[in-house]
């Protein structure tokens, strides 16, 4: 595991939603459960968290997700009995042994933003991190250890982005952005942030993604921050709030592939890619996968 980096320890798992998309699969397993190839998405943002060094998780949960919850929460015994003989067993177990998970619930969901903020008791004062368990990343550094590196250099607010294109960057919340200096040109100076913007009124093609560093001050923002639309209150605005009033905000275009697992056709595409990344795999879910196509 990578050392603790920028004095932070926390990371924020943000896992609320209702997982809508998927029904109805999501009837009865949350969304976050789901696996890409063998392990569940969650799975994933616990160990990039891990392996950036942090050793504290705050899990934000809602009602009915006891089984997201059970399953970050085996420890000791428990996990080897369920485990078994399986080859992952020792890895899994190290894993989450090294992580201590505190749950709180988001009752209704009302933005990122709410989500967010039903963290500031078990966070306090201090900076964190935030993970978005269906954005998930290939990477050879975890994006959390690209960032926090970043942080140590840069202190303030930071958020994950990438180059989005076309239609697609009215999804996003986009940042304008200006040269950080320095000598990691993937960093950028934020110099304004937009929710879901008009193409043609995009600031940039720097779309915001499921990964974020916070000061502890971002829960008064947050409380600060007006509801929008559908009620809900974006962390997007709440960033701005804080970049006004003088808090430094980067946006940090990290080097990995991400898939956004969070609906059904982003999901198969990400297992896809995981099960042909894996050597031990890869060439049968090649021939699977070729096999399917030359059927359709």
Known sequence: MSERRGGISKAVIVAGGRGTRFLPATLAIPKEILPIFDRPMLFYALEEAANSGLTEIVLISAPGKAVMENYVTLRGEELARALGEH?????????????????????????????????????????????????????????????????ADHPGIHVGVEHVAGEAISAYGVVDVEPAGGD????????????????????????????????????????????????????????????????????????GVRYDAGNPLG??????????????????ARAILEEALSRE
Do not use: C, W
């Open 87 to 151: 080859a992952s067993a020792a890895a899994v177990q190290g894993l989450m042994d090294s992580l201590r998970v505190t749950i709180v619930h988001q009752n209704e969901p009302l933005g990122l933003g709410h989500a967010i903020l039903q963290a500031a008791d078990a966070v306090g004062d201090e900076a964190f991190a935030v993970i978005l368990p269906d954005d998930i990343v290939n990477a050879e550094t975890p994006v959390l250890a690209q960032m926090l590196a970043a942080y």
């Open 267 to 284: 999901h198969l595409r990400a297992a896809a890619a995981f099960a042909l990344s894996r050597p031990d795999v890869s060439e049968e």
């Open 184 to 255: 990691d040109k993937r960093v950028y100076r934020v110099t304004g942030l937009v929710e879901k913007p008009d193409p043609d009124d995009a600031p940039s093609d720097l779309g915001i993604v499921g990964r974020y560093i916070f000061p502890g001050s971002i829960f008064d923002a947050i409380r600060r921050t007006p509801p929008g639309a559908k009620d809900e209150i974006q962390i997007t605005d709440a960033m701005e709030i804080q970049r006004r009033e003088g808090t430094p905000t980067f946006a940090f275009a990290f080097d």
